[in-house]
């Protein structure tokens, strides 16, 4: 167990539809990243939150949006979803400096949420 | 052209040789360099980790950061059908917040 807490593990829906990925990060980590992972494009940064502020966008869609609450955990929002949204979603967190940080930062990554849409 | 480039095998050795996995990147703002492995259906977990040029043993495991060349590697001694798995290489620079580019992962199969 990495510490670092998704749910749900297994999500099944329908073109179309909206739906919400959880993650709680490990204790004392301040940082939420999100990654999405498929078979054709690897592990790909969507976005990251640093104690309940957005940090950096990687090539997150506008279809798609998160959060971080003030405690911690962190929320990927994901709508009108098609066929190619099915993937692996990883959400990993780190003691990051935030704003001005060094870039010697390790990531713990949670198990990963399964999305197949239909 | 990705930042980080990564072959994705699939790599198949046999037991007790040495496995050699490498990466490629353009970005040469990169400092900090990694190796995660992440075995079927879980999540990616940190193996190795090195600052700059140079490199790092670990038991079984070194990783090698050449810069200039713009090259890391991961060798594997002694393989042992437990290390099969996906091997993602992964990069960050200084003052980006700590987010890491990922390669596509080598797909590692040891066979007994």
């Known amino acids: 167990d990495s510490g670092v807490t998704q749910t749900p593990k297994h999500l099944i829906t329908a073109t179309g539809q909206r739906v919400t990925l959880r993650c709680s990060p490990r204790?004392?980590?301040?940082?939420v990243y999100w990654y999405q992972q498929s078979l054709d494009q690897g592990l790909q940064f969507l976005i990251q939150?640093?104690?309940?502020?957005?940090?950096a966008k990687g090539n997150i869609l506008e279809r798609f949006s998160a959060q971080q609450f003030p405690d911690l955990h962190s929320e990927l929002n994901l709508s009108s979803l098609e066929l190619g949204d099915s993937a692996l979603y990883f959400c990993?967190?780190?003691?990051?400096?935030?704003?001005?940080?060094?870039?010697?930062?390790?990531?713990?990554f949670g198990a990963g949420s399964r999305l197949t849409v239909l | 052209q990705k930042e980080v480039e990564q072959d994705p095998g699939p790599l198949s050795v046999p037991e007790g040789a040495i496995v050699s996995l490498n990466c490629t990147y353009s970005?040469?703002?990169?400092?900090?360099f990694m190796w995660y492995r992440q075995y079927s259906r879980k999540g990616p977990e940190l193996l190795m980790y090195?600052?700059?040029?140079g490199n790092k043993e670990d038991g079984r495991f070194t990783a090698q950061v050449d810069k200039s060349s713009k090259y890391i590697s991961l060798f594997i001694r002694d393989s042992q059908p437990s290390d099969s798995a996906t091997y993602l290489c992964?990069?960050?620079?200084?003052?980006?917040?700590?987010?890491?580019?990922f390669g596509q992962g080598t797909e590692l199969s040891v066979k007994p």
């Open positions: 992964a990069m960050s620079a200084r003052n980006q917040g700590g987010k890491l580019i």
């Open positions: 090195t600052y700059s040029s």
């Open positions: 204790s004392g980590d301040l940082s």
């Open positions: 939150y640093y104690n309940g502020e957005e940090r």
């Open positions: 970005n040469s703002a990169f400092q900090y």
């Open positions: 990993a967190s780190s003691v990051a400096a935030g704003r001005g940080g060094s870039g010697a930062n390790v990531l713990t």
